[in-house]
Nanobody, 111 residues
Framework: QVQLVESGGGLVQAGGSLRLSCAASGRTVSSYTMGWFRQAPGKEREFVASITWSGVTYYAVSVKGRFTISRDNAKNTVYLQMNSLKFEDTAVYYC?????WGQGTQVTVSS
């Protein structure tokens, strides 16, 4: 079983940047696809980005060109670099690995 812990959220002005981290423990995740999802108040959880074991990345249309997902297998960690943040990026961001989810980290973008 994998435990996932997100960090790096916070309050930022529109146009700013944040870098989220997801540290995995319990087992190595280097052979798994890792993903980031987010859930805004009153909305369903939605896909943000994912990265396969080989480094192939996928992005939601709404974040493509602004967000970058990456992984450091030596650290068993996945990152989400978020640039040019918009008010509508405000949400709780969750890390995912197979059926496991982290507790989430809040990202708030002020307009």
């Amino acid at each position: 079983q994998v435990q996932l812990v997100e960090s790096g959220g916070g309050l930022v002005q529109a146009g700013g940047s944040l870098r989220l981290s997801c540290a995995a423990s319990g087992r190595t995740v280097s052979s798994y696809t890792m993903g980031w999802f987010r859930q805004a108040p009153g909305k369903e959880r939605e896909f943000v980005a994912s990265i396969t074991w080989s480094g192939v990345t996928y992005y939601a249309v709404s974040v493509k060109g602004r967000f970058t997902i990456s992984r450091d297998n030596a650290k068993n960690t996945v990152y989400l670099q978020m640039n040019s943040l918009k008010f509508e990026d405000t949400a709780v961001y969750y890390c995912n690995c197979r059926q496991e989810w982290g507790q989430g980290t809040q990202v708030t973008v002020s307009s």
